[in-house]
């Protein structure tokens, strides 16, 4: 734990994850009210959801995959980036039953991908030993994160009445984050 608490590479990671479920929760708790307030169908939230469930793993087993044969930091930045570029697209497409079900299926297609090629990264940076302990505090991390995108974007939907500044904030996170899988 101590040299871990003094890695530069763990510390990155450990942030990084951070802003994984920041994006992921934000997503779960508030995309099926957004697209209430957008007038969109009552049975779509639920439809994007489960989309995003089923494309999960599929994406998650690819870079899996992918994770054997590329640099798993680039991968993950790459991760990063195409979830907010998603994001982006998202808001500035016009919103429409199958733009907001493609939207489900690219952000399914990278939803939890990020988690083998981070355990990877914890695993080969300190071994198999403390493989457990070190991701499971990588984990906490991102249910901190998760935990902030679930509170911050109730309260900012209720001081403004609109989710823009969560959404920009969450493309933010997903920039920075994959800055910094860089120099890991």
Partial sequence: LDRA??????????????????????????????????GMPDWLPGTVISVIGITNLVGTLVFGW??????????LSALYLARSLAFAVFLVVPI???SVLTF????GFLWLATVPLT??????????RYLATLAGI??????LGSFAAV????LLFDVTGSYTLIWQISIALGLLAAILRMPI
Avoid: E, W
């Avoid at 992918?66 to 991968?75: M, N, S, W």
């Avoid at 489900?104 to 952000?107: G, K, Q």
């Avoid at 990588?138 to 249910?143: D, K, R, Y």
């Fill in 119 to 128: 355990n990877a990264l914890v695993g080969q940076l300190f071994g198999l």
């Fill in 66 to 75: 992918l994770g054997d044969r590329f640099p798993k930091k680039y991968l």
């Fill in 5 to 38: 608490r003094r890695h530069k590479d763990y510390l990155l990671l450990t942030a990084g994850f951070f802003v994984c479920g920041f994006q992921i929760m934000f997503i779960i708790a508030h995309l099926p009210n957004y697209l209430n307030t957008l």
């Fill in 151 to 154: 509170f911050a974007g109730g």
């Fill in 138 to 143: 990588v984990f906490a991390s991102h249910q």
């Fill in 96 to 98: 429409s039953v199958p």
């Fill in 104 to 107: 489900a299926f690219v952000l």
